[in-house]
T-cell receptor
């Protein structure tokens, strides 16, 4: 596709259930990021994948959160035993992942998944 | 660690006027990149403008320009001739050479007709 896609666009779940959010990055983008955005707040970094390197998981808020990425394609963010404080929009972004002094990397964002935990 | 600070949670501007959004950051790195992203009510994040830290010239994109002060670690966004469609959240972002991004908490801009 032409841009980053995320599914579902909205997800309502009951407290304690597991949810899985999907992100399809732009083809050829080696870098993929997950962010959480609570209502009226900024972007909170969750996890970053770069090619075949070990992901940077430093932003994951608890062990209930995990993410996987298959090669340089689809990524899934899984939240186990959801809590009400997990309610937020989850944004995915991808970039070319170029390294070096003269290589900036514009992030292209998906439309997000709005998660509501009842 | 890098931090990005946007000290103006909300701002408003009259249509056709000029407004400046502030952003400061903290880093020990000498090479990095700075961005301003716009998030309208539709929720879709859109890149507004970018600046490479090794370039002294301020970036300009049509009505949008930046004032990059590297020594002061300041990166403000100026919007000229504000339009109703400029109403959105604006996020300042920092990227290091390791491709890690840091975002500010955002400024909510309202353009008043």
């Amino acid at each position: 596709g032409a841009g980053v896609s995320q599914s579902p666009s909205n997800k309502v779940t009951e407290k304690g259930k597991d949810v899985e959010l999907r992100c399809d990055p732009i083809s050829g983008h080696t870098a993929l990021y997950w962010y959480r955005q609570r209502l009226g707040q900024g972007l909170e970094f969750l996890i970053y994948f770069q090619g075949n390197s070990a992901p940077d998981k430093s932003g994951l808020p608890s062990d209930r959160f995990s993410a996987e990425r298959t090669g340089e394609s689809v990524s899934t963010l899984t939240i186990q035993r959801t809590q009400q404080e997990d309610s937020a929009v989850y944004l995915c972004a991808s970039s070319l992942g170029l390294a070096g002094v003269s290589s900036y990397n514009e992030q292209f964002f998906g439309p997000g998944t709005r998660l509501t935990v009842l | 660690a890098q931090t990005v600070t946007q000290s103006q949670p909300e701002m408003s501007v009259q249509e056709a006027e000029t407004v400046t959004l502030s952003c400061t950051y903290d880093t020990s790195e000498s090479n990095y990149y700075l961005f301003w992203y716009k998030q309208p009510p539709s929720r879709q994040m859109i890149l507004v403008i970018r600046q490479e830290a090794y370039k002294q010239q301020n970036a300009t994109e049509n009505r949008f320009s930046v004032n990059f002060q590297k020594a002061a670690k300041s990166f403000s966004l100026k919007i000229s001739d504000s339009q109703l469609g400029d109403t959105a959240m604006y996020f300042c972002a920092f990227e290091n050479t390791g491709n890690q991004f840091y975002f500010g908490t955002g400024t909510s801009l309202t353009v008043i007709p």
